[in-house]
């Protein structure tokens, strides 16, 4: 069951790495009932597992270079063919650049389907690489030293913000200011979420209706 009115929930969330939109994809698929599908985390889980595809992609994630595109749309593609995510997806790190908006959007027209929003999560570049660096310090990531994170911010820059670009001109992009609490940023998402009618059963931790 898709939560919204207009009977789907398919989102992207974009943001620079350190905005939080990791947490804050969590929480709004949570609150609309759709499943995070969130690529890093899938190649992270493949690396620590050991798999085919880990082996094949732990050095790529460790410079902070990209994973090829036709791989990664590939997964991305079957992972959204599982049945959880028919009535809707929250899509968080993919696509990342050119090449993949046009691979989303063609396996989503292949099954009569287009995304709804897309979640812009502004925050400055300072604030961003202090939010990695007290990240790195508690979780440790093998991708989170201070080369790495830089080459993972220019790539950002120079190909994954220019998407949205894309996104702007089908109208689909809600741009939220990414500077505040959790819950401030949060409930910033779902209202402008609501101000285009994608209104969540579950609508966060802010006293709205469980
Ligand atoms: P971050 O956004 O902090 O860089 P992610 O967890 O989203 O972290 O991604 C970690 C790594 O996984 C990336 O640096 C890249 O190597 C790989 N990756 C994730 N998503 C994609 C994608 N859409 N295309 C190519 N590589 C990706």
Not at 30 to 40: K, L
Not at 119 to 143: M, Y
């Amino acid at each position: 069951m898709s939560a919204t009115s207009n009977g789907s929930a398919r989102f992207l969330i974009v943001g620079p790495q350190g905005s939080g939109k990791g947490t804050q994809g969590v929480l709004v698929a949570e609150a609309f009932g759709v499943p995070q599908v969130a690529t890093g985390d899938i190649f992270r889980a493949n690396v620590s597992g050991g798999t085919e595809l880990g082996k094949r992609v732990q050095a790529i994630i460790e410079a902070g270079d990209l994973v090829p595109d036709a791989l990664t749309s590939e997964l991305v593609r079957d992972r959204l063919a599982q049945p959880d995510a028919a009535g809707g997806f929250l899509l968080d790190g993919y696509p990342r650049n050119r090449g993949q908006v046009d691979d989303l959007s063609g396996f989503l027209a292949g099954r009569g389907e287009a995304l709804d929003a897309v979640i812009e999560l502004e925050v400055p570049r300072d604030e961003s690489i202090a939010r990695l660096r007290e990240r790195a310090v508690q979780q440790g990531r093998t991708d989170d030293t201070e080369e790495v994170i830089a080459n993972r911010l220019a790539i950002y820059e120079r190909e994954t913000a220019p998407i949205l670009d894309v996104y702007r001109e089908q109208g689909l992009v809600v741009r939220i200011d990414g500077v505040g609490s959790l819950d401030e940023v949060t409930q910033r998402i779902f209202d402008a979420l609501a101000g285009r009618g994608l209104v969540a059963e579950r609508s966060g931790g802010n006293g709205a209706a469980a």
